[in-house]
């Protein structure tokens, strides 16, 4: 019998204290209920990032976008303010502006014709003489909040949405060193789809530099992991490391990736990464439940000719960091997700972090895919599962891939530790066995 959506809900813990953390349940990931949910629930109440402000910085510059299936279109009106609407028109609900941006003093539905100005107003009805009980104003475009935060347009659906600058709370406090607007200018966009639920790369983003050594081992060449910190926030995370290079790091990173690291999550779906003049940031959408795309955005400070090649070479640089996290998160298979579970254990309980939520790695050596191991096997069904099905086993061989030779003896290693954590709980497995019985099919 299917499970109802609170009992889905109620399967985590949320008031467990950190060192018992884990990860969310698995259902949250594939079940489309809980897609649904956080639709009608997250995206369309809390403020969102839908563009830029150098879009719509003109008079009449106007960019479209769809938040959820909610198609939006942001302007910048006659009398210079900014609004946003929904982009459907009060006649017959066509989408009024077919343009991912332009300039336009007023917009013309391509269905009926109907006219509405840039500041929303119903202008003009083709043929609608003699139409009874029909007031043009207001049948104008529905508005909906917008706001701005350095080059961020911002968006809520919900009518009675508290102010943008609560929502950001001290998030502007901490980017206010980088100086953004002052600093940085906005050079290209590129759109990854991923097939996975998009929890899954924002789980990825705040692992806490945890996949970093093992997953970019360029990016890794310039980190500083020792001094890798963590600041936890009502509805932000701060990663931050010192950058250094030496003759063994990877020559295009060394050049593009100066100063401080600095990565910043923004609940739900927002990330700036920053450097000494070079940004992105990434806005991950829900596509699907097993689907999502990442925009990224470029940004640079120093825009000019002379910088093209560095730039270039810089957003190469993202490209790499982002291929490898792509393999990553496709690589959490959905098979998997379904028949045996995500596993309940997270490095939090395994990396002691203190109470005051900072902290900088200081433990073992682990394989790029140990988070995914541990996730495949951890869960007292998921071995017996893999090893009786073939499918699952090769999927498995995929995912960590001809990296094999040498993580058997780590991955054993930790995961004795492991079990030995979990003892005395619920969900101990024979982890020994259980590993050797699996590497042992797949090596
Ligand atoms: S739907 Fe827009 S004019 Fe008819
Ligand atoms: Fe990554």
Known sequence: MERSVDSLLSLYRPENPLEKASTIPSPWYFDPRIARLENERVFAHTWQVAGRVDQVREKGQYFTVELGDEPIVVVRGEDGVLRAFYNVCRHHAAAVVTEVQGCAKQFRCPYHGWTYGNDGTLKGMVEFEGVCDFDRTKNGLVAIA??????????????????????????????????????????DRRIYTLNCNWKVYVDNYLDGGYHVPHAHKGLSSVIEYTSYTIENFDRACLQSSPLSSDSGSEASVANTRLGRAFYLWLYPNFMINAYEGVMDTNLVLPLAVDKCAVVFDYYFGDTSAAAEERNRQSIRVSEVVQDEDMAICDGFRKKLLENHGLVCIKQNTILDVPANGTREHDLFEVPAFF???IQVVFVRDAYHALLDDRSVVENFRDVVGSRAENFYATVIGLLVRLGAKERGQERVVNVDDALRKIFDELW
């Open 146 to 187: 917008v706001d701005t935060w350095e080059n961020f347009v911002f968006v809520n659906l919900d009518g009675s949405a508290g102010s943008l600058k609560d929502f950001l709370a001290n998030v502007p406090d901490l980017v206010a060193p980088l100086r953004l607007t002052e600093k940085l200018n906005f050079l």
């Open 371 to 373: 988070y995914q191991v």
